[in-house]
């Protein structure tokens, strides 16, 4: 069934209720009923977060004073862990790909640790993480600077 708008002196009727409003927001954009609104071509102001209820004067009173809930200022760190193992390259001189491969494997168990403090303090379960699997990780690192390569051989 079509959904139908009755007004006083006509009917209106669409294929669906989207259809409706979609075409009354056209014809209302086409009028200009939304033009020289206050605000327009700026940023919307979203300083009221939906979500806090209960929270919302703790956030507010955080962020008047440039502070973040612990679980945001975790995610900060964990985002930054990350980040710096994705920029990390391995020194390619001979001799040190063992220990390169150590140094990027304790910076996986580094971002793991970020990972697990911030999945400890996130409010809900479906925003935590998961973490790093270092075999994956070892791997990676493999492929990047095979064992058996050594990208300045020494000549007789």
Same mark, same amino acid.
């Given at each position: 069934?079509?959904? *139908?708008? +009755?007004? /006083?002196?006509? #009917?209106?009727?669409?294929?669906? @209720?989207?259809? =409706?409003? $979609?075409?009354?927001?056209?014809?209302? /954009? &086409?009028?200009?009923?939304?033009?020289?609104? !206050?605000?327009?071509?700026? !940023?919307?102001? =979203?300083?009221?977060?939906?979500?806090? +209820?209960?929270?919302? =004067?703790?956030?507010?009173?955080?962020?008047?004073?440039?502070?973040?809930?612990? @679980?945001?200022?975790?995610?900060? &760190?964990? &985002?930054?862990?990350? $980040?710096?193992? +994705?920029?990390?390259?391995?020194?390619?001189?001979?001799?040190?790909?063992?220990?390169?491969?150590?140094?990027? %494997? &304790?910076?996986?168990?580094?971002?793991?640790?970020? *990972?697990?403090?911030?999945? %400890? =303090? #996130?409010?809900?379960?479906?925003?935590?993480?998961?973490?790093?699997?270092?075999?994956?990780?070892?791997?990676?690192?493999?492929?990047?600077? !095979?064992?058996?390569?050594?990208?300045?051989?020494?000549?007789?």
């Amino acid at each position: 069934m079509s959904p *139908i708008r +009755r007004e /006083q002196d006509h #009917v209106e009727v669409g294929a669906t @209720w989207e259809d =409706l409003v $979609e075409r009354k927001i056209r014809e209302a /954009q &086409e009028r200009g009923a939304f033009d020289n609104l !206050p605000g327009q071509g700026r !940023p919307l102001r =979203l300083d009221d977060n939906p979500y806090a +209820r209960d929270w919302a =004067l703790a956030f507010k009173i955080l962020k008047d004073h440039d502070f973040a809930p612990p @679980w945001v200022e975790a995610s900060r &760190e964990m &985002e930054q862990a990350l $980040e710096a193992l +994705r920029r990390a390259e391995p020194p390619r001189r001979a001799g040190d790909r063992a220990a390169a491969r150590r140094a990027y %494997l &304790e910076r996986v168990e580094a971002a793991n640790a970020r *990972i697990d403090h911030f999945n %400890l =303090l #996130v409010p809900f379960t479906w925003l935590q993480r998961p973490r790093l699997s270092p075999a994956d990780a070892a791997d990676r690192f493999d492929a990047a600077w !095979p064992p058996d390569s050594d990208p300045h051989p020494r000549h007789a």
